[in-house]
Nanobody
Framework: VQLAESGGGLVQTGGSLRLSCVAT????????MGWYRQAPGKLRESVAI???????TYADSVKGRFTISRDNAKNTVYLQMNSLRPEDTAVYYC??????????????WGQGTQVTVSS
């Protein structure tokens, strides 16, 4: 499975960005998809996750500001980020589970896209 992210960049405080991640080269099916982020000197943390049937979970720090969605026909997951803050600055990584035969097989990571929010 290959994951390709896009949409990162530099934005001012209060601005918006939309990240996209498309999954390709998979043999079975894509299960849960999500976004994680890692700021300098910090551990990677979960930002938002969406299941195949659209159920979502968010980190408390982004609730009400970020929205995760997916297009199963395009094997693509999105992260709409509004009201961005300097503390949202990080490399954002896409993650996807590969499933088959009703069971989890493996998970994969994209290479990351930088999001920088200036104050």
């Amino acid at each position: 499975v290959q994951l390709a992210e896009s949409g990162g960049g530099l934005v001012q405080t209060g601005g918006s960005l939309r990240l996209s991640c498309v999954a390709t080269a998979f043999t079975h099916s894509i299960g849960d998809m999500g976004w994680y982020r890692q700021a300098p000197g910090k551990l990677r943390e979960s930002v938002a996750i969406i299941t195949t049937n659209g159920r979502t979970t968010y980190a408390d720090s982004v609730k009400g500001r970020f929205t995760i969605s997916r297009d199963n026909a395009k094997n693509t997951v999105y992260l709409q980020m509004n009201s961005l803050r300097p503390e949202d600055t990080a490399v954002y990584y896409c993650n996807a589970d590969e499933i088959g035969g009703g069971r989890w097989l493996d998970d994969y990571w994209g290479q990351g896209t930088q999001v920088t929010v200036s104050s």
